[in-house]
């Protein structure tokens, strides 16, 4: 089964600062590997995608991340935090069991960045 | 361009009633998914809708049911409702790009 793991609940950060939040997956095939980023009170909002090509992928708000296939990780970056970026992120992959398609999330991580 | 948007933002019920949650998806998307974030956790497939047919469904009792109507639009429908119900459900559009959620519906069952 496809699974996803963000070991830190959350991240601290002091603004200006970079930040990296972690994930790592278990698929069986070729991962297709998201981000999306929560503000309270809101839906999910998507912030970037990898399906295949370049380990790194760039996404909106100034994000990327980094597609490792040796270590089976997915980390979210970006190089300078806002204030504004504190958010709940979650990181999700593709699930096709079943003939359809599926998100499964991990649990999510925290992010707090101070100024 | 519409986004996904859902109605109501918050509702509370009691045990043991029913609850129809609605969502209108964005324009152009021909496929639905429901999922339910409980506090403090990662959000959790439901079941989704394409065509106005369920053609996938996560692990969820049958209490647990939905519509997709011709616009595309779609409800989640909850029967004897348990205190575990209490969740976040996020209603999310897509046609073959990724999914777009609304702002989800809260809630609350005492």
């Known amino acids: 089964a496809q699974s996803v793991a963000q070991p830190e609940d959350q991240v601290n950060v002091a603004e200006g600062n970079p930040l990296t939040v972690k994930c790592t997956y278990s698929v069986s095939g070729n991962p297709y590997l998201f981000w999306y980023v929560q503000y309270p009170n809101r839906g999910l909002q998507f912030l970037l995608k990898y399906i295949t090509g370049d380990n790194l992928v760039k996404g909106s708000y100034g994000f990327e991340a980094e597609f490792n296939k040796s270590q089976t990780s997915f980390h979210l970056k970006k190089p300078s935090a806002l204030v504004s970026d504190s958010a709940l992120y979650f990181c999700?992959?593709?699930?096709?069991?079943?003939?359809?398609?599926?998100?499964?999330f991990g649990a999510g991580t925290r992010l707090a960045v101070h100024p | 361009e519409t986004g996904v948007t859902q109605s109501p933002t918050h509702l509370i019920k009691t045990r043991g009633q029913q609850v129809t949650l609605r969502c209108s998806s964005q324009?152009?998307?021909?496929?639905v998914s429901w999922y339910q974030q409980a506090l403090g956790q990662g959000p959790q497939f439901i079941f989704q809708?394409?065509?106005?047919?369920?053609?996938g469904r996560g692990n969820f009792p049958p209490r647990f049911s939905g519509l997709q109507f011709p616009n595309y639009s779609s409800e989640l429908n909850v029967n004897a409702l348990e205190l575990d119900d209490s969740a976040l459900y996020l209603c999310a559009s897509s046609s073959q790009g990724p999914l777009h959620f609304g702002n989800g519906t809260r809630l609350t069952v005492t």
């Open positions: 999700a992959v593709r699930d096709m069991s079943g003939g359809y398609n599926k998100l499964i």
């Open positions: 809708y394409y065509r106005e047919e369920e053609n």
């Open positions: 324009s152009g998307h021909n496929t």
